[in-house]
């Protein structure tokens, strides 16, 4: 793998915490950063990379719910890393009591839907229909000719999310609940409610549905993201989805590659190309 290759990799999706590595073996940036300090900084070293501004040049959050910034504070203002969001995001996380390190120095601030540079990124972004206390946002990563987008924590799919889907060769996508699980589950009616409204998380079948409308042949990587541990399982979620592409004759693990990710065990680091990963 050379040095200027795009790789990716998740350190954990789901209410537990989010946080994602973009970039090349050199530098990068995380989305989110939703876990703790010690395991994003565990998750880059174990790719020779460090915590530090020199290896990580911005963290880019999507919204102010504690799962996705809990150690902004520690990564922004201890260590220097500039944190990247829209202002109605910033002062979200201004009012979230789980981040105990407000934000000073290490702010910055970008338009929804105006794209914007840093370092080799090209970087857009969308709106997302969910209940954060602010707006909540979907990421478009350009880096050279491949195209990278991620969606957590979508309550309905909109056009500009699913216009995303269509250009982009590798997606993150969430894939959070499958909705009899959930009915029949232990959680209260009016958590359920919650979840299943247009400002909750998105279901396998909607996620699925998603992919099989908005398919192309550039499409070369899936990620499911944001899977429930009470509401979902990664075999049903991975089934589901694939039922959707299989209906317009795609084949996971032949025309695309698609894994749901862990929600507390780092992935593999993948290289990002116009090839499809191999089936592991």
């Known amino acids: 793998m050379d040095n200027s290759d795009l790789i990716f990799r998740c350190f954990g999706s789901g209410s537990s915490g989010n946080s994602y590595y973009l970039g090349t073996r050199q530098r990068g940036i995380l989305i989110d950063a939703g876990l703790s300090a010690r395991m994003i900084q565990r998750g880059l070293r174990e790719m020779g990379l460090e ?14 719910h504690a799962d996705h910034i809990r ?56 709106g997302i229909s969910h209940d954060s206390s602010a707006e909540c946002l979907g990421y478009t990563i350009t880096y050279g000719d491949q195209h990278f987008m991620i969606a957590t924590d979508c309550g309905e799919p909109n056009p500009d999310m699913e216009a995303a889907v269509r250009a982009s060769n590798h997606i993150v996508i969430e894939a ?28 396998n079948d909607t996620c699925g ?34 039922e959707h592409l299989r209906a317009i ?27 499809i990963l191999p089936s592991e």
């Not at 499958?178 to 909750?200: A, C, F, H, M, V």
């Open 51 to 64: 915590l530090s501004p020199y290896h990580i040049m911005g963290v880019l959050i999507t919204h102010d």
């Open 71 to 126: 150690a902004v504070g520690t990564l922004g203002e201890r260590v220097h890393i500039p944190i990247y969001t829209t202002a109605l995001v910033h002062e979200g996380i201004d009012r979230n009591y789980g981040v105990r390190e407000k934000l000073r120095t290490s702010r910055r601030f970008f338009e929804r839907g105006q794209a914007w540079q840093l370092g080799d990124f090209l970087i857009n972004t969308f």
């Open 209 to 242: 549905r998603v992919l099989e409308q908005n398919w192309h042949e550039g499409l070369r990587n899936i990620w499911l993201c944001h899977l429930s541990q009470e509401n979902n399982d990664p075999q049903v979620a991975y089934d589901t989805v694939a």
């Open 249 to 275: 004759g795609v084949e996971p693990g032949r025309d695309v590659f698609m894994r749901p990710l862990d929600r507390l065990i780092p992935s593999p680091v993948y290289k990002l190309d116009n090839h």
């Open 176 to 203: 959070n609940h499958d909705e009899e699980l959930l009915l029949n589950g232990p959680y209260p009616t009016y958590l359920k409610q919650r979840i299943l409204s247009s400002k909750g998380h998105q279901s």
